[in-house]
Every structure is written in structure tokens, then in C-alpha cells.
């Protein structure tokens, strides 16, 4: 089983930066992508960025966030900048990939979210 653990939410001021962290956990053989979503209360869960063969942003996020790898930490950032109230909401890490435990498995992990606030 695979496991992302998330890091680097908080409050943060409208304009400010923040930057993302998770982290990939377990018998992990590859990992085809990695991503970011987002949900703000009353909302349904969006994506934010996603980084596999190509990189996908949504439209709000361009120009602003960033999603970078680190395939030889298992590891994906998000690198958040100019900062919005509309960006609040919890995001979540995402990972798809193959994991080995004796045998091949597809896996589609998600973690447990991280609360990012944006207001004054």
C-alpha cells in the first residue's frame, strides 16, 4: 500500500507565497504521475496541477502555482505564489503509479489533505 503524507499548509496573507510538500511512501516500483487538488467548502474536489508525461494547471493557477517532482525523493511541491482567498481550501496529494509487494499492482493514493487559508 502506498501512502503520501503532506506537509506546508497554514494561514498565509493574500499576495503571500506557500509551498506544498508530499511524500511518497511504500513499495513503490514507478510513479507515472503526481498531482494537487483542491476543496473549498460546499465545492467539489478540483484539480489544481498535475505532473505525469505532460503537466496540467487549472486556468486560476496559471502563471501562479507550480507543481515540481523529485522522483528520486518520491516527492511532489507545489510552489503557490500571489496567493488569492479563493485559493482556500484543503489540498490534497494525489500519486498513480505501479507498487511491488511480490507481485505488481496499480496503485491511485491519495492523502489525508492539508488546510491552506489565504485572508488578512
Known amino acids: 500500500q502506498v501512502q503520501l503524507v503532506e506537509s506546508g499548509g497554514g494561514l498565509v496573507q493574500p499576495g503571500g507565497p506557500l509551498r506544498l510538500s508530499c511524500v511518497a511512501l511504500?513499495?513503490?516500483?514507478?510513479?507515472?504521475?503526481m498531482g494537487w487538488y483542491r476543496q473549498a467548502p460546499g465545492k467539489q474536489r478540483e484539480l489544481v496541477a498535475d505532473k505525469g508525461g505532460s503537466t496540467i494547471y487549472e486556468d486560476s493557477v496559471k502563471g501562479r502555482f507550480t507543481i515540481m517532482r523529485d522522483d528520486t525523493k518520491n516527492t511532489v511541491y507545489l510552489q503557490m505564489n500571489n496567493l488569492k482567498p479563493e485559493d482556500t481550501a484543503v489540498y490534497y496529494c494525489?500519486?498513480?503509479?505501479?507498487?511491488?509487494?511480490?507481485?505488481?499492482?496499480?496503485?491511485?493514493?491519495w492523502g489525508q489533505g492539508t488546510q491552506v487559508t489565504v485572508s488578512s
Open positions: 511504500g513499495c513503490i516500483f514507478s510513479i507515472n504521475a
Open positions: 494525489s500519486a498513480r503509479g505501479i507498487q511491488y509487494s511480490g507481485t505488481y499492482a496499480d496503485f491511485n493514493s
